[in-house]
């Protein structure tokens, strides 16, 4: 069996897993947000298996749902479900960051192998390739901040600040918890662990679908 929550805003559902950060996905009502997320698991296997972990996902079972709100119907997820508030032990830990790195390193393997100019959308719109990494990488240093990490602006093209952003934002994630906020009125580490992810991979999966 594999766990998933569902975030229902007025007009879309994302279709989350527990277990698998990143492996998320967004439609216009519950059975297809499910679909969704089973049509993208090919794909995610690869973070998984990057990450050294097998990926068979059973029945997917849905366990909660929660509300969610206008930036679920933008394209993003927004809401905590209450199982990340329950304590997180140290093999889950380090097993949600093995595959926060695991969608890390597949952002640089696929933009490196991707054009700079990207495939536009049918009304002209989306980030080019080098634009796009720059918004993963400053979008991480906002979200940092949920979890108590803090790192001044830096250019995109600085990867020793950007490797040290990564650096700490794991160091708080590996870490085994109670279930609370690592900074006050900020994210409980596996949902900021799954939200990461879900960003990274979600333009890792936008730039393969968009290359030229």
Same mark, same amino acid.
């Given at each position: ?37 089973? #049509?993208?698991?090919?794909? +995610? ?8 972990? /097998? @990926?068979? *996902?059973a029945? !997917? $079972?849905?366990?909660e ?60 719109g ?11 990488? #400053?979008?991480?240093?906002? +979200?940092?901040r949920?979890?108590?990490?803090r790192?001044? /602006? @830096?250019? *995109?093209?600085? !990867? $020793? ?52």
């Amino acid at each position: 069996m594999t766990d998933i929550y569902l975030e229902i805003g007025p007009k879309k559902v994302f279709a989350c897993a527990y277990d698998w950060p990143g492996w998320c996905r967004v439609a216009k009502g519950e059975e297809a947000a499910i679909d969704a997320l089973l #049509e993208y698991a090919p794909r +995610y296997r690869l973070v998984a298996e990057r990450a050294g972990l /097998p @990926f068979e *996902p059973a029945a !997917l $079972t849905v366990v909660e749902r929660v509300t969610g709100g206008t930036t679920t119907d933008f394209g993003a997820p927004e809401a905590v479900p209450g199982i990340d508030g329950h304590p997180v032990d140290a093999p889950v830990a380090e097993r949600d960051t093995a595959l926060l790195r695991a969608s890390w390193e597949l952002l640089d393997e696929v933009a490196a192998a991707s054009p700079e100019e990207l495939r536009k959308g049918p009304r002209g719109g989306g980030r080019d390739r080098d634009k796009m990494v720059a918004h993963v990488v #400053e979008a991480e240093r906002a +979200y940092a901040r949920r979890i108590g990490v803090r790192h001044k /602006p @830096f250019p *995109p093209a600085d !990867l $020793t600040a950007r490797e040290a952003l990564r650096a700490d934002i794991a160091d708080v994630l590996s870490k085994p918890s109670d279930g609370t906020p690592p900074h006050p009125g900020g994210w409980p580490a596996r949902y900021a662990a799954r939200r990461i992810a879900w960003h990274v991979i979600d333009h890792v999966w936008e730039m393969e679908d968009r290359r030229l």
